[in-house]
């Protein structure tokens, strides 16, 4: 897959951020040094349902841990993807049979034919674009750590 621009699309991504209510992330981990840690905590951090979607856990963030997207008991917005590029078919079939409204495919997670098959199956596909970064930067809420601090300032709370 050599142009993403198709899957990178601003007025896709803003539109998915902002209809988005129910995230489930595929290959969320329970590490909280881990990348899709960081952006599970922060999704619910800002409003959002993260489910998890991990056959190796049972709880992440205080949810219910899924094995597949299958078992996952409600509908889901979007499907947000921690994994190697090559599970990404299998995963753009599943998100396809549960009727998911796209296919978010974190940094590095690409896959034409993954992205096709979602694609072809009438989601909106966003891929190598991180949803935490996205969301930051198309709904304002940028801070070094990642959280709405609600107030701009270059000094630190605590330091002088």
Same mark, same amino acid.
């Given at each position: 897959?050599?142009?993403?621009? %198709?899957?990178?699309?601003?007025?896709?991504?803003?539109?998915?951020?902002?209809?988005?209510?129910?995230?489930?992330?595929?290959?969320?981990?329970?590490?909280?040094?881990?990348?899709?840690?960081?952006?599970?905590?922060?999704?619910?951090?800002?409003?959002?349902?993260? $489910? %998890?979607?991990?056959?190796?856990?049972?709880?992440?963030?205080?949810?219910?841990?899924?094995?597949?997207?299958?078992?996952?008991?409600?509908?889901?917005?979007?499907?947000?993807?921690?994994?190697? %590029?090559?599970?990404?078919?299998?995963?753009?079939?599943?998100?396809?049979?549960?009727?998911?409204?796209?296919?978010?495919?974190?940094?590095?997670?690409?896959?034409?034919?993954?992205?096709? $098959?979602?694609?072809?199956?009438?989601?909106?596909? $966003?891929?190598?674009?991180?949803?935490?970064?996205?969301?930051?930067?198309?709904?304002?809420?940028?801070?070094?750590?990642?959280?709405?601090?609600?107030?701009?300032?270059?000094?630190?709370?605590?330091?002088?």
């Amino acid at each position: 897959m050599t142009d993403l621009s %198709p899957y990178q699309d601003t007025a896709t991504i803003q539109r998915v951020l902002h209809t988005a209510r129910t995230i489930a992330v595929v290959g969320l981990s329970s590490n909280q040094l881990r990348a899709s840690f960081f952006v599970g905590y922060y999704l619910q951090r800002h409003g959002y349902r993260v $489910i %998890p979607v991990n056959p190796r856990e049972t709880e992440i963030l205080g949810q219910q841990s899924y094995p597949s997207l299958r078992e996952v008991p409600v509908p889901v917005d979007v499907v947000n993807v921690f994994r190697a %590029p090559d599970a990404l078919p299998g995963i753009a079939r599943e998100a396809v049979e549960i009727q998911a409204g796209a296919l978010w495919c974190q940094f590095g997670v690409v896959n034409a034919e993954g992205a096709r $098959i979602a694609e072809d199956g009438g989601l909106d596909v $966003i891929v190598d674009r991180c949803l935490k970064i996205e969301h930051a930067r198309y709904l304002g809420r940028m801070h070094w750590l990642g959280f709405n601090t609600r107030r701009v300032t270059s000094v630190r709370s605590g330091l002088q």
